[in-house]
């Protein structure tokens, strides 16, 4: 779908559809009340009739065949509408306009003042909301249903109009790398192997002038990536430990993201249920949002160099899979005792993370499917935040609150470290009890950064979406959950 900025009065785009963000209690004021007297107060009309007051996600269409915009549907926004709510607008805009085989829509961005943000940050999230809604994994079969929407223009008539293109720019690449992240964890373990994975990064590197190195078993091996190693010594897939690097002129410092691709999670011979297997191509959801993530850098004019680190492996059962007490040594030599080998996230992981380190990275951020315990602790749709350096976290959270991903700190106290201490060795990757689960595992993982400053997001929940999804611009399967947070946070200032 394209996305484009206009400032054409609404009731003059010709469109399929328009959709106006409407605040409660539901009166058509501003440019839904300019729609309105063009078509002679039918709007206002059928809104009363159907009893519309204006709340989250209830919606009036209005069907006028003769004029230039062919139908009009009115959203509510509820109260004080937030970026997040015009971001929900603009999904739901454009499902509502694939239902009605709409192939050329129209968004307007303001239900209200607008107080506390800008033009153009409405504009973004409601360009964000329609481009992010429009995806749908159709790689395997066809829908039967609806028709892809072509081109969806965003009205916005106030503000600068160079400060608005940016925007809307900005919500492309976006959109764009999210859909990418989401594609790549919706294709089944069997397509998307380490391998597989590999070749796309290559492919990404070479279109969006990054550096790519992929270092294979032996080679990780040699290094000292026991841990990488242990893990996918049981698989017949040959793991792919995938480096990029975006390396912009008169960069002042490094950013390393280090991804968990764990393209299939049998939880090896401490082997998971049927049930627990079940979404479990999902487990390279961190490995996806890097690799994505890294592909929009340029785009966006981030200005610090990055690392984009991808441990891909699967994690299987086999003769030659790590047994429980097996020991092994990380890169750096410390010994981890692996006492379940389910726990394989917090392994790759932390060689990615010390291998970023040896790298030049001077900041640290990983993404992972890592713990169901994070799910329980904070549901579906929330990612755990834990780390080593508070200022780094704060950075995250807003950039995080800003492109509407919800994040929740977790703490990180001595005793969630105390109980990943070994008995024979340095650590284990397993704590007896299920205490603390999440926190626990990002103790591990500190074990492995050093004074660097790292923050770990725990996306087991929000990356794959087996339940309804809360916003209208959330697909089912993968989500991409990540990708609008590092880019947020690694170009500020657009
Ligand atoms: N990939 C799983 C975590 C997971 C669970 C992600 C559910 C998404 C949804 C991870 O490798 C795992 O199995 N973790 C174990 C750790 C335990 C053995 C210490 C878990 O969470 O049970
Ligand atoms: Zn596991
Ligand atoms: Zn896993």
Not at 93 to 114: K, N
Not at 387 to 399: F, Y
Request: net charge neutral; with cysteine; charged share 25%.
């Amino acid at each position: 779908m394209r996305l484009l900025l206009a400032d054409t009065p609404p009731e003059r785009y010709a469109c399929d559809l328009l959709a106006l963000p409407v605040a409660e209690p539901g009166a058509l004021v501003g440019e839904a009340g300019d729609v309105d007297r063009a078509v002679g107060g039918r709007l206002a009309e059928i809104a009363r009739a159907e009893g519309f007051s204006g709340k989250p996600n209830r919606t009036v269409l209005l069907q006028c065949p003769d004029g230039p915009v062919r139908r009009i549907l009115l959203v509510g926004v509820g109260r004080d509408p937030t970026p997040e709510r015009l971001r929900r607008f603009g999904g739901t805009a454009t499902r509502r306009a694939r239902d009605l085989r709409a192939a050329r829509v129209a968004v307007t961005t303001s239900a209200g003042p607008g107080a506390g943000h800008p033009p153009e940050e409405w504009a973004r999230a409601v360009a964000e909301g329609a481009g992010l809604g429009a995806y749908r994994f159709d790689r395997y079969r066809k829908p039967e249903d609806g028709a892809d929407v072509v081109e969806t223009a965003v009205i916005a008539r106030r503000g600068d109009r160079k400060a608005l293109e940016r925007a809307i720019a900005a919500a492309d690449v976006a959109v764009r790398a999210t859909g990418r992240a989401r594609d790549l964890v919706n294709e089944p373990a069997n397509v998307l192997t380490p391998t597989a994975l590999a070749e796309i990064a290559r492919e990404i590197a070479a279109s969006a002038g990054l550096d790519c190195r992929i270092i294979d078993l032996d080679e990780a091996r040699a290094m000292g990536m026991g841990l990488f190693a242990a893990v996918a010594q049981g698989s017949a897939q040959p793991p792919k430990f995938i480096v990029l690097e975006y390396r912009p002129d008169g960069a002042k410092r490094t950013v390393g993201l280090v991804g968990k691709g764990i393209t299939f999670d049998s939880g090896g011979l401490s082997i998971k249920s049927a049930d627990g297997m079940k979404t479990m191509k999902g487990d390279m959801a961190g490995a996806a949002a890097v690799v994505a993530a890294m592909g929009a850098l340029r785009e966006l004019g981030v200005t610090d160099r990055v690392l984009g680190i991808a441990a891909a492996t699967e994690n299987m059962v086999g003769g030659a899979a790590t047994r429980p007490g097996d020991i092994v040594r990380g890169l750096g030599g410390r010994t981890v005792e692996i006492t379940n080998t389910d726990a394989e996230g917090r392994l790759v992981l932390a060689d990615g993370l010390a291998f970023a380190i040896r790298a030049g990275a001077d900041e640290l951020i990983d993404l992972a499917t890592l713990t169901g315990a994070c799910v329980v602790a904070l549901g579906d749709w929330t990612a755990g935040v834990m780390g080593n350096h508070q200022p780094l976290m704060d950075r995250l959270l807003a950039a995080a609150a800003q492109a509407g991903e919800q994040m929740w700190q977790l703490p990180l106290y001595e005793e969630f470290l105390e109980a990943m201490r070994g008995e024979i060795t340095d650590l284990r990757n397993s704590a007896t009890g299920r205490e603390g689960g999440a926190e626990r595992a990002a103790a591990f993982l500190g074990e492995f950064v050093g004074t660097t400053p790292w923050a770990h997001l725990d996306i087991a929940g929000p990356a794959f979406a087996e339940s309804a999804p809360p916003a209208p611009y959330l697909p089912s399967g993968g989500t991409g959950f990540g990708v609008r947070t590092l880019l947020r946070y690694l170009a500020p200032s657009k």
